[in-house]
């Protein structure tokens, strides 16, 4: 019996392990964002109650459950379903249960048109790549709120250069 529950273990973090490889491929590995960058990047997206925000690779669920917080519908897109099942035991014990919600989603093929925010932690070798598809995804309007990186087109809005916050509108 120990045997067996050694081996599912060990099937479960090779799982695991396969989607943070896998996330890296994408562009958006896990690397969860600190409180205060978290917060600056809530504030520049300037939510209100009733917006749609998508996080897009939402890892642990944070700028979900502080969108949340401010009224939003907060929706992620995560590749790892250990994250997704995280964030979603998560939004089921929360107040915002409502309001968040975690899908197991490649967000490269996603349909973002109902989005007034968006934010992202992407990797700069796909930067130009998603900038391309969220002008064609996102409404007019739509702010997107990148943590480190910018879009090579796009023009800034707004920043903060000491976090490397940057805020664009489509």
């Not at 973090?13 to 896990?30: E, R, S």
């Not at 690779?57 to 992620?76: D, E, I, R, Y």
């Not at 349909?111 to 900038?131: G, H, K, Q, T």
Request: proline share 4%.
């Amino acid at each position: 019996m120990l045997t067996i529950l050694f081996l599912i273990l060990q099937l479960l973090f090779a799982v695991f392990f396969f989607y943070l490889c896998l996330a890296f491929i994408i562009g958006a590995p896990f690397v969860p964002s600190t409180n205060t960058v978290s917060d600056i990047m809530i504030r520049f997206a300037d939510i209100k109650k009733g917006m749609v925000i998508y996080d897009l690779g939402s890892g642990n669920g944070k700028l979900l459950f502080l969108s949340a917080q401010k009224g939003a519908v907060a929706k992620g897109l995560e590749i790892n379903p250990f994250l997704v099942l995280y964030s979603n035991i998560r939004s089921f014990f929360s107040p915002y249960r409502s309001l968040v919600h975690t899908y197991w989603k490649n967000f490269w093929t996603a349909n973002l048109r109902d989005a007034d925010a968006v934010f992202i932690y992407l990797l700069p070798w796909r930067m130009e790549a998603l900038e391309t598809e969220l002008v064609h995804k996102l409404k007019k309007g739509a702010v997107i709120v990148s943590n480190s990186y910018i879009f090579p087109h796009l023009k800034q809005i707004e920043c903060d250069k000491k976090h490397h916050i940057y805020v664009f509108r489509i």
